[in-house]
């Protein structure tokens, strides 16, 4: 038996359903209902078969009034081949037509004009690593060093890279045909202040290498040690 609260639930849902527009059998609320499809009145927006519109009634006015100020309308859709896309002289179209056509609306290709009216390097002189202005020939713009010319020492940079190379390179007590190296008498110890490399043959490694003032410190400190070379210090074994 159904309780008191069934029963009141049981008459509002009729009560309810009186009141619902879709509460009989073939009209109930689906994608293919009258209210859910766009045919003209102010409830339902979805497209009727392939062709049909969509939208509500507003929606479709407001569309309409909308496509009558847009330039670009269903037998003139805007894409790349649209002449207003096109580089064809106007301010609007800025895309390459074909592949010699310009490039840019009419102010793009006046400004290009007039910069490459400034500019040194045009189609015929284009700057390259072979451009006069690129390579070190002897004046103030170009560095790259000229094929043939392999000398590290004179090759490559303008011509105050160059200048300033050779004043550093006269300053230079080494140079191209005195490199400094192990063979190089400022290299050996050979009783001066600059070379510090054992002398060839020379092994004594009290003695060997250093500069005179290494010798002279080495010299002073040894007289004072009780352990030279006579007397060397080392670990002694107890055989006993």
């Not at 009216?117 to 560095?143: I, P, V």
Request: aromatic share 8%.
């Amino acid at each position: 038996m159904p309780t008191k609260l069934e029963l009141i639930a049981d008459r509002e849902r009729v009560t309810l359903e009186a009141k619902n527009t879709y509460n009989t059998e073939g009209r109930q609320y689906g994608s293919s209902n009258s209210n859910a499809l766009s045919d003209g009145d102010e409830k339902g927006k979805g497209q009727v078969g392939d062709t049909g519109s969509i939208g509500s009634k507003t929606d479709i006015q407001t569309r309409l009034d909308n496509i009558v100020k847009n330039d670009y309308k269903e037998t003139n859709q805007y894409s790349s081949s649209n002449r207003d896309a096109q580089s064809d002289g106007d301010v609007f179209g800025k895309g390459q037509i074909d592949d010699t056509g310009t490039i840019g609306s009419i102010v793009d290709i006046n400004e290009r004009i007039k910069l490459l009216g400034k500019n040194s390097y045009k189609q015929t002189n284009q700057y390259s690593a072979s451009n006069k202005n690129a390579l070190s020939d002897g004046d103030e713009k170009g560095k790259g060093q000229i094929e043939g010319n392999g000398d590290p020492y004179t090759a490559g940079g303008s011509s105050l890279d160059i200048s300033k190379r050779n004043s550093l390179t006269v300053s230079n007590t080494y140079y191209p045909d005195r490199q400094y190296g192990t063979g190089v008498s400022r290299s050996i110890s050979d009783g001066d202040e600059f070379g510090k490399g054992q002398a060839d043959g020379n092994g004594d490694p009290y003695t060997a290498g250093g500069s005179s003032v290494d010798i002279s410190k080495r010299t002073v400190l040894t007289g004072k040690n009780f352990f030279k070379k006579t007397n060397p210090y080392y670990p002694t074994i107890d055989n006993e």
